[in-house]
């Protein structure tokens, strides 16, 4: 069994910055491929990020492509979602998930998830 739990949120203006983290405990996640998924009011979970196993292979969003870096330290078992140039679309509940195997963008292909963090950003 895993346990994830995000950290990092918060609120923030438009053009800031936010670093979420999703801390697993349990067992080692070393071996799990990491997605950041999101969830804003009356819509559907969204895929966010996802990174590989190793850190190598990493996938984006379109829609946060170029302002979100996804990245883990395998030593302190723990994912990072480094976000800037927030906007008010960013606005959601952020939730880490792990998976054995390849990254990927499908909330179904993920076996363990946390309980979210909330961003709000503000114009």
């Known amino acids: 069994q895993v346990q994830l739990v995000e950290s990092g949120g918060g609120s923030v203006q438009a053009g800031g910055s936010l670093r979420l983290s999703c801390a697993a405990s349990g067992r080692t996640v070393n071996g799990y491929a990491v997605g950041w998924f999101r969830r804003a009011p009356g819509k559907e979970r969204e895929f966010v990020a996802s990174?590989?196993?190793?850190?190598?292979?990493?996938w984006y969003a379109d829609i946060t492509k170029g302002r979100f870096i996804i990245s883990r330290d395998n030593a302190k078992n723990t994912v990072y979602l480094q976000m800037n140039s927030l906007n008010s679309e960013d606005t959601a509940g952020y939730y880490c998930?792990?998976?054995?195997?390849?990254?990927?963008?499908?909330?179904?292909?993920?076996?363990?998830w946390g309980q979210g963090t909330q961003v709000t950003v503000s114009s």
């Open positions: 998930a792990v998976r054995l195997g390849l990254l990927s963008k499908y909330e179904a292909d993920y076996d363990y």
């Open positions: 990174i590989s196993s190793s850190g190598r292979n990493t």
